[in-house]
């Protein structure tokens, strides 16, 4: 396969059933540096698979995907693992946060799995929790903060590595409008300013509308659409 | 009425909610329900064994033939010969028993239809297996009877017993009521025989035997109803967004744990079903049962089956006070109040006063309060769950630093160190129990063990041989035997002042020189000889009693028990003094040593003159009936089932011959039991608690399985989560241990001052101990690894 030219990431043919479920049957993808790509579609037309695939924790059953010139089918589980730590960033439709860990600690965490020093990395943490305005959380655990604060912990979390690509799952899928508003905002404006590509999995045209370009999944395929505005 | 009704209502729908909710809602009520009915299976066990012990009591009870005190009765048409061949087969004891009817009357033994021919016998099944198989060919050769059938349940007192009855001609002129008797029925009661008064510092070791093992099932049960207690919450929160109020809510949740324990009662009657036919096909510590003996007592049956679901309420309210729960789905987990100390140390303080006042009591004294015994007992080791969540929430509350691993280990206990301390609770009973246990065994162990004084340098074996010893080639043929180094061969008497009822008496051993120099130091000897022992422990009084010329009896009648009265005058001259020495029989023996020529000159016209030319070691049967006949054999380590070979020729010389192993220390039989009994019994809850242990373990895994699919996501390594748990695990067992061990020696030292014992700290026993706890939950951890490792698979995001 050759990437489109300039490409960060990108994937052709993808193919992933799950017993007699065909969730992706040839799917293609492709985002730049700084890109912000919505993916989406229906429920169960396979775009979380898809950013599963994209983001190496699911292994496809064909087609390929390269990640800056690499072929994620040919490395193994703990270089997919590494890339993950150290290029990538999550965020989850839950936040998905460690309920014991306070929310710097949380946010420090993919620093920490990389070896940086406690201090360090909590005081990186701080610092992006100060630019998605929830640093007056930090002693705080997950339990004791409101679904759109948590998401906004999850978002610093997904950034604080400054990673190439984020992948985002339905990052406001449980967060009310206003809430869901300004975690998009602040995801975006951080991860442009970092020259981040964000992978965003919605279903709602108003969180697609936060992207530069989107990607329909319907039946397993995709189609690059034209950006409206 | 209405406050019935409403909780009548709301516990219902509890119940339906536990198996509510499809899949997800079905496996969290099946995981309670495995758990409880782990716990309800060993519950129902234990309210069985009054009934197995009642039961085999009542079987062995039946069959008793001769009680050693019955009446001489005289041959008739109900009367049967019974003697008692039993043996043993490498560590397994075989009843035996040969069996001859004197008219058509006489009583068949329990289990057998018909008496056996001579030649033949009847055997139990496990007998007959092993009588079938390659294991039990050098037994095959002990008992050389054709097997005519098979002895039934009744006649047996478990399934793996070895029992046979041959049939045997020519038993009534060894009547001696001791090993031969004649008897009229099985099962006599012996007019004027009360049972024995058990030791106290015995019962004190049953209480708390069985508290120490009950204990932790209980502590077991409290935690599985407790089961998937993070979901339930939050699935609550959603009731009290429709409008249910907080008791209501928490009396709904009480009914889902009810539901659980419901269905984990029907669970362990099931499991205690399956287990109740298994119990028939194994063997533990020699002993087995046959499932019909495992039937709960009625009254404690219904007692567990009231008592598990009342508990699992209880338990589970008395969970919930702590947590908020509110609407909007959100489980308000803000930081709990502080765990209070001064009502935990409550606990066991209260149950040190309830055993104080019994210390020093001991076994002349002791009349323990069973009541006051268990309570306390109870106390101490509720103590231990009581206090181990504050002391995991104060050690942990202190931790920090490390690895990442370490990191999300101690956030993860100190945000939830109940949790974890809940699940290693039972273990920490046990081991604490355990500890107390050892260390009162240990301490006792010596009230109930009792050297022997047998020299097991100089023998290893020894075989009665009764009156007449076998024969006269009995030595040869022992010496003839495999494995056999040296054969020993001793005949045992006493000489009297008369005939009849004697007011004197002194005892003789016979010999050779070489045997007679296992007793006692000897000038010099040769055939012939008469030696006086001196230095004896006890002074038999040989010394007035034998004058030379003076002519005494050998085997003198009493009123009830006639001799054979055989005159035997001591030599005129030749009589020497040797000096005893402790010899083969573990003393220093006393009275006369004599030489067979000895014998058989002072014996003088008494016994026919074809006995003098017998070799030196044989006497004549006039002689040898009135004699016992001892063999002492060592053997030849090197040579295996040595024992067995010389078992088989002691039989093939008399089917009565009684060959015993010698050992250097002998223990209390019902001390043994009691020890067998904590050793099954510890190792059925260790069991139990291991399998609790992972099940609880898997159900917080499973919890937790989207979390770890994310952390996985985004690239944490499987090895860090897989150190997390362990450290999870480890770091309140090392507690729970420490907690244990302070606990279990605390125990272990006032039931040995209430047993007037020296308190000795027996630290293999409590390092052994806390290891066995510590190696549970080591086992836990590395078995849950593969399915956290299955948790683990990014597809679990799958839902997401």
């Known amino acids: 396969m050759t990437a489109p030219a300039g490409s960060l990431l990108a994937a052709e043919g993808l193919r992933k059933a799950y017993g007699p479920t065909v969730a992706l049957d040839g799917a293609e993808f492709s985002i730049h540096p700084g890109e912000v790509v919505a993916v989406m579609g229906p429920s169960g037309s396979g775009k979380s698979t898809l950013l599963h695939c994209l983001a190496g924790i699911v292994t496809p059953d064909a087609g390929s995907i390269l990640y800056d010139g690499r072929d994620l089918a040919t490395m193994n589980d703990a270089q997919r693992s590494a890339l993950r730590r150290s290029e990538f960033g999550f965020v989850f439709q839950f936040g998905q946060l460690v309920p014991e860990l306070t929310c710097v600690e949380n946010v420090a965490l993919p620093l920490r799995l990389n070896g940086t020093s406690r201090k360090r990395a909590e005081q990186t943490a701080l610092d992006w929790m100060r630019r998605l305005e929830v640093d007056d959380l930090a002693k705080k655990r997950p339990g004791e903060v409101s679904g759109g604060q948590g998401q906004r912990v999850a978002v610093a979390r997904a950034l604080v590595t400054s990673p190439r690509v984020v992948f985002a799952d339905e990052p406001t899928g449980a967060l009310d409008s206003l809430n869901g508003e300004r975690v998009m905002e602040l995801l975006t404006e951080a991860a442009r300013s970092a020259s981040t590509a964000v992978v965003l999995v919605t279903h709602e045209a108003r969180v697609a509308a936060y992207s530069d370009r989107e990607i329909v999944v319907r039946d397993g395929k995709s189609r690059d659409m034209e950006r409206v505005v | ?800």
């Not at chain 2, 003697?83 to 087969?89: L, V």
């Not at chain 2, 009849?500 to 051993?509: D, G, L, R, V, Y």
């Not at chain 2, 074809?610 to 009135?626: E, F, K, R």
Request: net charge positive; hydrophobic share 45%.
């Open chain 2, 1 to 800: 009425m209405r406050t019935a009704r409403q909780w009548a209502r709301d516990l219902a729908m509890g119940v339906r909610f536990a198996f509510g909710g499809g899949r997800e809602g079905w496996t969290r009520a099946l995981l309670t329900a495995v758990g409880v009915g782990l716990g309800v299976a060993l519950l129902l066990l234990t309210t069985a064994v009054p009934n197995v012990l009642s039961v085999r009591d009542a079987r062995e009870q039946a069959r008793a033939d001769h009680t050693f005190s019955q009446p001489p009765r005289p041959k008739a048409a109900d009367t049967l010969v019974v003697a008692d061949a039993n043996t043993t087969y490498g560590e397994r004891d075989v009843r035996g028993r040969l069996l001859e009817p004197e008219g058509p009357k006489a009583p068949l033994p329990p289990g057998v239809d018909r008496f056996p021919a001579a030649g033949e016998m009847v055997v139990s099944p496990a007998l007959k297996d092993l009588l079938t198989s390659s294991d039990g060919t050098l037994l095959r050769e002990r008992l050389p009877y054709r097997i005519a059938g098979t002895i039934a349940e009744q006649g047996l007192v478990g399934s793996h017993e070895l029992a046979y009855y041959a049939g045997a001609k020519d038993l009534a002129p060894r009547i001696d009521n001791s090993r031969v008797a004649r008897i009229v029925a099985f099962g006599e009661k012996v007019p004027g025989q009360t049972s024995e008064r058990m030791d106290p510092v015995l019962i004190l070791l049953i209480l708390v035997v069985f508290t120490v093992l009950l204990m932790p099932v209980a502590v077991f049960i409290a935690a599985a109803v407790r089961f998937g207690g993070e979901r339930r919450d939050r699935r609550l929160a959603a009731l009290r967004l429709v409008g249910s109020d907080s008791r209501m809510t928490r009396r709904i949740a009480a009914g889902e744990a009810l539901g659980g324990s419901l269905l984990g009662l029907v669970l362990g009657t099931v499991f205690f079903l399956i287990g109740r036919q298994a119990a028939g096909s194994v063997e533990v510590l020699g002993t087995s049962v046959f499932p019909s003996y495992l039937n709960p007592s009625p009254a404690l049956a219904v007692l567990v089956a009231v008592a598990v679901p009342a508990a699992s309420v209880l338990v589970t309210l008395f969970a919930l006070r702590g947590v908020v729960i509110e609407p909007l789905g959100v489980v308000r987990t803000a930081k709990p109040a502080r765990r209070r100390l001064w009502w935990r140390l409550l606990l066991p303080l209260g149950g040190l006063a309830m055993l104080y006042p019994m210390v020093g009591q001991g076994r002349e004294n002791g009349d323990f309060n069973q009541y006051l015994v268990t309570g306390g007992v109870l106390l101490l080791l509720v103590g231990v769950t009581a206090l181990l969540p504050w002391i995991v929430e104060a050690v942990v509350a202190r931790l920090g630093g490390g690895s990442v691993a370490w990191q999300l280990a101690v956030r993860r206990l100190q945000l939830s160190s109940g949790t974890a301390a809940r699940m290693v609770n039972g273990i920490a009973v046990a081991v604490a129990g355990a500890i107390a246990l050892q260390m009162l065994f240990a301490g006792v162990e010596g009230d109930y063990t009792e050297a022997t004084g047998k020299d097991l340098r100089r023998a290893q074996m020894q075989v009665h041989l009764g009156a007449d010893g076998g024969g006269s080639d009995a030595g040869e043929r022992f010496r003839a035997t495999k494995g056999v180094r040296t054969v020993t061969q001793l005949s045992m008497g006493s000489l009297s002042d008369r005939r009849k009822n004697p007011e004197q008496s002194a005892s003789i051993t016979v010999g050779d020189c070489a045997a007679l120099r296992e007793l006692a130091t000897l000038p010099s000897c040769r055939d012939g000889d008469v030696f006086e022992l001196t230095g004896a422990e006890y002074d038999d009084g040989a010394s007035a009693l034998v004058k030379p010329g003076r002519t005494l009896y050998l085997d003198p009648s009493y009123d009830e028990d006639p001799g054979r009265e055989i005159p035997w005058t001591v030599p005129r001259r030749g009589l020497r003094e040797a000096a005893s020495v402790d010899g083969l029989l573990g003393f220093k023996a006393d009275g006369l040593l004599l030489t067979p020529g000895a014998l058989r000159k002072g014996a003088g016209g008494a016994v026919a003159s074809t006995a003098v030319s017998a070799p030196a070691s044989a006497l004549d049967s006039s002689l040898g009936s009135a004699l016992s006949s001892e063999i002492y054999l060592r053997l030849d380590r090197s040579v295996p089932d040595a024992a067995e070979y010389v078992r088989n020729t002691a039989a093939r010389v008399d089917p009565l011959a009684d060959a015993m192993t010698w050992t250097s220390t002998r223990e209390s039989e019902k001390f043994t039991a009691i020890r067998q009994g904590l050793f099954v019994g510890a190792a059925c809850v260790l069991a139990l608690i291991g399998a609790s242990l992972l099940v609880s373990q898997l159900e917080q895994l499973r919890e937790r399985r989207k979390l770890l699919s994310s952390l996985v996501a985004f690239g944490t390594r499987r090895r860090t989560l897989g150190l997390s748990v362990l450290w999870q695990t480890a770091i309140p067992i090392a507690l729970g241990l420490l907690l244990a061990s302070v606990v279990g020696l605390t125990l272990g030292s006032v039931l040995l001052r209430m047993s007037a014992a020296k308190v000795r700290v027996d630290w293999p026993s409590v390092l052994s101990m806390t290891g066995i706890g510590a190696g549970v939950v080591l086992t836990v951890t590395l078995l849950s690894l593969p399915p956290l490792a299955r948790l683990m698979r990014a597809d679990g995001l799958r839902t997401e």
